[in-house]
């Protein structure tokens, strides 16, 4: 009979989200109805989530981390950013790709948004490589690609909410990070100065002159990652001091010193986060409950015996585990992915000797890709209405890139060494598995 009624709940679940009903309203009540209809418990147990989420280590850091990346976004952060890293490498063949790459990976890590960075950047950059001699197609993809190339870096905000779900440090996660970021980012950007020297496409001549100018511009801004990341990793700072400094420097520069943000503004600027906040905190609260129904009946304790009936090799385990997270990334947003389904793959991963933190990357990773998977990631379809693609056009588009990044995901998966190094030379951890 349970089983009967808990098929029934999810076929509702599924009818209510295709029909367009909100997320939230859709796990919350949900949740309402398995803890009372199958479990037989309280239905204040999805409230009681939302009490502990509020009291979680590190749940400060969001709402200020995202104030933060809307000022940056509601200000000409975007545009300095670009004409510094032009400056910089807009002599090396291809050069253009680099800013391309640099620029969103950036914007997407202080904003924590890559549908923000591919319509606050895409404007710029698309015309920009189309006139230096790259095609439609290869500027389309490359910049849809890069709008999620920074969700591994400080102060990204998946990696904050998944550290406050699978109980993992948060500084050893920013930390992880860094190796497989760079990686994904050298990637991208050696495709693209391998298209720009195969295209033959314009260089500008090196100007120290244009880049102390650039590098005045950005002169508030540049030491900001370096306080943040180097306080993090040093742990001079912890995770919710940074997202103050942040915020607070943001706030400084933005409103004070380049004064491109007024009073007017900055009121709008600050409701329009809190909005956001209100609307991931929601989701997370809700989702945080079913996660609690699951753990209640016993579901990730299933999934295991399961997976160990089946599979027997951890190579075999990562590979299935990135193919279903491809799928859940494309048709999950990061957030509510990341809520419910860490908590049933974390147990399933810990029987194979998979690091926390080695899965973390590896999830995220996974989730980034998803952003801009065919055929419904969020990215495809932020590009598509940007830019007027036809979203099937944008599918060919992103094919190499996504190849690329598939790459970068085999290598993080199998070589936790470029997750763990940097932990273990920080002295935070064990040393590094190896397979």
Known sequence: MENLITISIVIVFVAAILAGAPLFAVIGGGTVLLFGLVAGESIAVPVMEMCRLANAPGFIAIPLFIFAGYLFAESRSADRLIRFSEALTGWIPGGLAIVTVAACTVFTAITGASGITILACGGLLLPALVNNRYSEGFSLGLITASGSSGVLFVPSLPILIYGMVAGVDITE???????????????????????????????????????????????????????????????????????????????????????????????????????????????????????????????????????????????????????????????????????????????????????????????????????????????????????????????????????????ALLLISYFPALSLWLVELSGKRVPVLQF
């Open 173 to 407: 996660l920013f930390i992880a990070g860094i190796l497989p970021g760079i990686l994904i980012v050298c990637l991208l950007a050696g495709f693209g100065v391998a298209c720009g020297i195969g295209r033959q496409v314009p260089t500008t001549p090196f100007s120290l002159a244009r880049l102390g100018a650039a590098l005045w511009e950005i002169k508030w801004i540049a030491p900001l990652p370096f306080v943040v990341i180097g306080g993090i990793y040093t742990g001079i700072i912890t995770v919710g001091e940074a997202a103050s400094v942040t915020a607070v420097y943001a706030l400084v520069t933005e409103c004070l010193i380049y004064r491109e943000i007024s009073a007017k503004k900055l009121v709008t600027v600050a409701i329009d986060s809190m909005v956001m906040v209100g609307a991931i905190l929601i989701v997370l609260a809700v989702a945080l409950g079913l996660t609690n129904f699951l753990v209640d009946v016993q579901v990730p304790q299933r999934l295991v015996a399961v997976v160990s009936a089946h599979v027997s090799s951890k190579i075999l385990f990562l590979l299935l585990l990135n193919i279903f997270l491809l799928i859940v990334g494309c048709l999950m947003d990061i957030f509510s992915a990341i809520v419910i389904v860490v908590p049933l793959v974390a147990p399933v991963a810990a029987t194979f000797d998979i690091d926390p933190v080695h899965l973390a990357i590896i999830f995220l990773a996974n989730l980034e890709i998803g952003y801009l998977t065919p055929p419904v990631g969020i990215n495809l379809f932020i590009s598509s209405l940007r830019f007027d693609i036809p979203i099937v056009r944008l599918y060919r588009m992103v094919i190499p890139f996504l190849a690329l990044l598939v790459a």
